[in-house]
């Protein structure tokens, strides 16, 4: 099955990314490395806000690390033309807003390394670091930010 | 205009960097990838410590983070020999020393990424990822590192 | 010396690394760069807990780091078969869970860096940045990731 039939079998579509919101570019290709800035959660067009922890539980933060990932996407459909030309996920950076008691951000980042398996296979396994953090711009409760191996 | 130029008529003189404060290289070349360490701000030569969104305001942070993005292409030009030899800017990380109810990050990364493009134009523009941190080594206030492509 | 009669000198026997906690890959190489996913650091198999600056103090934490690169000897070792392929360590990223207080994040880091040149000599140098986190998966007191490059 292709990449776009099984986001179809998902129910996921895909849009036109946001355009960042500051002075950065989406991504920037190097060679065959793919390099993606930062996307922080959003719900409904807008910040994915609260700490994890306190605000934002643990399943919420899930929902809102997979809502990231598909964003990802969004932005790497943009970036390729054709996300069948994604080699491999290379690393993820997986920031969790942590209160400071939330120890738990494997489990957070497992609803993005999780959806880009369940989309890519074998290609969509990546590297990662995952840790909370003390904030995130406009107060986001997740941001990820990824390397992917063009062909 | 040459870079240097540009510099000149911004009142900017390159300097010779600082040695690192431990035990690591200011920078690593790999192909034509060049990965610079995390620089702290600074601010007369020594720490410009607080954190931000308590004892440092947002436009303070502004500057610190320009004054960083003026260090790194100090360690650059002494990476290259010639700061005409970066082809682009590929990645910021840039971490601020955040109260955790300061939300503003990107807007203090724009401090950098602002100045790295009004000097180097199109080979200035970047990915990046900001986000705030609970603290940055001997307590500054915004450290960034950065990924670069050399011709 | 060979790489491994030096660690052998120095009391270190490498073992089978563990699985990763969650949906990831230890590593990924890409050409001959190796991306190592963050590393937790671990005492007696279990998370190396507490916060820097208030439950371990920083000269533990400094241990802590160092154990770590051990650990990411381990996956380096399982990653190549043979550590003397690797040509050098490229970057560290050094994560600190960090009272607010706590402003010593580069001392805490030289405890991997310092190991790492130990062992490797002039390859084992490294770009790195280090910072404070809210909190690192497990409550671990530190997590380092690094990308080395291979012969």
Known sequence: MSIYDKLKSMNISLS?????AA???????????LFVSGHIAKKQGRPWAGKVGREIGREEAVLAARSVAIDLLNTMHAATGDLERVKSMVKLLVLVNSDISFTEQHIVANGASEFLIEVF???????RSAF???????????EIELIAELR
């Open 23 to 33: 002075v950065f570019l989406p991504y920037v290709q190097i060679g065959n490395l």
């Open 16 to 20: 036109k990314p946001d355009a960042p």
């Open 121 to 127: 296979g074998d290609a969509g396994k990546h590297a």
């Open 132 to 142: 909370g953090v003390a904030q995130i711009p406009l107060g986001s409760c997740v």
